[in-house]
């Protein structure tokens, strides 16, 4: 199994071009089954997750193609994948393939919407706590769908098709939208979410939904309403940078010290973090191109910060944040309310120096001057790349076990470190 290897005390200084959304790119290839004609995405990271749903897709018919090089383009351009469902042979999602990758779940929707009958695995347990799937299934039964439980999988049915309906969230759920949204867009008559979520992935899949000629409207808002249409054709789509992978490198970057330009970042996409690492005294100029993050050698100020579902601070950059806050001058506190469990990291951390006290779901994190290199890993992605930021900025080596994690959803983490000035290198085997 791989490992990373980093020996801390670099700053980085350079260029970090930004991927494609992971949890753009994922949707947006598998509303791919909603349609006969062939969907065009660009931009697609080249990730294990991304493969593994390729895998996945495979098995319900689909074809998909991954375009060749053009001159000038590099590692650094996302690829583009032509994907064909233009028959669909199998509506069932098997649990061997299911348990490996939760989003894969999110395929009941469009399945039952075009064909009319999905059979789908429950995901099972998830290491950042149970993350249950019944908003989905809610959202697939309210627009006519029966729903069964059969040997551990979800069997929707709706041989005559869906029909638009209201749908109210009483939480706000990226599954639970996604689901929804392209369920209705095959559904007869109009569908209205009351309480959608309002993350820039979900605008993202609505507008190449649209482009496949859906009616769409709403998506970014509390309220998305939906027309539905008899078919839908293909399209071509560009996934929208990574908002999770740029917030990562900002705060490498913060916590290393450095000038750090990250290439195709949209300010706009991660606001709510940007702003606390303003408030830590980071300074963050957002351009054009890019958003440029700069720590020169002041000392990093402790926040108080609590997770909450977009435009709030996400908990994709928890872990990050607290990584960063390890070495802060003073004590930051940091609460978790999407998901519970979601603490791996806290226990590795501590191995590297870092003071928190668990509480709940608040984490208390006192800043200490240095950290310190150690072997450590964790069960999740973005608790590894919380070790990676820590180590980057720890006394001596550290090696980050279970890399695998990693390339789930950094695309080359290695290699944009590096080219930074990170002394870091992944060992085989
Ligand atoms: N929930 C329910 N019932 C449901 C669905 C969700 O109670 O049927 C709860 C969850 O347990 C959680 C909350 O609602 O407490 C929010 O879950 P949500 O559905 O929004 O999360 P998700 O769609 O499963 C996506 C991302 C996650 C990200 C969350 C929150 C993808 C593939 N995954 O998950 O990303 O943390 O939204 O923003 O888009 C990651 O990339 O590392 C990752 C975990």
């Not at 930004?18 to 949707?27: D, E, Q, T, V, Y």
């Not at 330009?261 to 991660?270: A, C």
Request: aromatic share 4%.
């Amino acid at each position: 199994m791989d490992r990373i290897r980093i020996v801390g005390g670099r700053k980085l200084n350079g260029t970090i071009p930004i991927s494609g959304a992971k949890n753009a790119a994922l949707p947006l290839m598998i509303a791919s089954l909603l349609t006969e004609e062939t969907l065009i995405l660009d931009n697609v990271p080249r990730l294990a997750d991304v493969a593994q749903l390729e895998r996945i897709l495979g098995n319900h018919g689909v074809d998909i193609m991954v375009s060749g090089k053009r001159p000038g383009e590099t590692a650094d351009n996302g690829q583009t994948l032509h994907i064909s469902a233009a028959r669909i042979v199998d509506t069932t999602a098997p649990y061997e393939l299911v348990s490996k990758m939760r989003a894969s779940f999110w395929v009941l929707a469009p399945l039952v919407a075009r064909m009319g009958d999905a059979r789908v695995s429950m995901p099972g347990g998830c290491a950042i706590g149970t993350r249950p799937v019944d908003l989905l299934i809610m959202a697939v039964e309210r627009l006519g769908a029966t729903i069964d439980i059969e040997g551990g999988y979800v069997v929707a049915r709706a041989p005559k098709g869906l029909r638009g309906s209201e749908i109210v969230f009483p939480k706000v759920t990226v599954s639970g939208t996604h689901t929804a949204v392209m369920a209705a867009t095959l559904a007869k008559g109009t569908t209205v979410i009351e309480n959608a979520a309002r993350e820039p992935e979900i605008v993202d899949v609505a507008d190449c939904l649209n482009k496949m000629g859906a009616h769409i409207s709403g998506a970014g808002t509390r309220q998305i309403v939906i027309e539905g249409v008899a078919k839908l054709r293909g399209a071509r789509h560009a996934v929208l940078p990574d908002r999770i992978e740029t917030g990562t490198y900002a705060m490498a970057a913060a916590m290393t010290g450095g000038d750090v330009f990250l290439q195709n970042g949209r300010p706009e996409l991660l606001q709510a973090a940007l702003d606390v690492l303003v408030s830590a005294g980071v300074i963050v100029t957002p351009t054009n191109q890019g958003i440029r993050i700069v720590r020169n050698g002041a000392g990093l100020a402790p926040v108080d910060v609590t997770t909450a579902p977009f435009p709030e601070f996400p908990t994709d950059l928890q872990a990050q944040l607290m990584a960063l806050m390890s070495c802060a001058r003073g004590t930051s506190h940091i609460t978790e309310t999407i998901f519970e469990n979601r603490f791996m990291h806290v226990g590795e951390l501590t191995r590297l120096g870092a003071r928190i006290q668990l509480e709940g779901e608040r984490a208390t994190i006192e800043g200490v001057p240095h950290l310190k290199g150690a072997p450590v890993m964790a069960t999740d992605l973005r608790a590894s790349v919380s070790l990676v930021i820590a180590a980057l900025a720890a006394e001596g080596e550290t090696t980050v076990n279970r890399v695998y994690h990693l390339d789930r959803g950094f695309e080359r983490l290695e290699d944009k470190l590096g080219r930074c000035g990170a002394a870091i290198e992944r060992l085989s085997g």
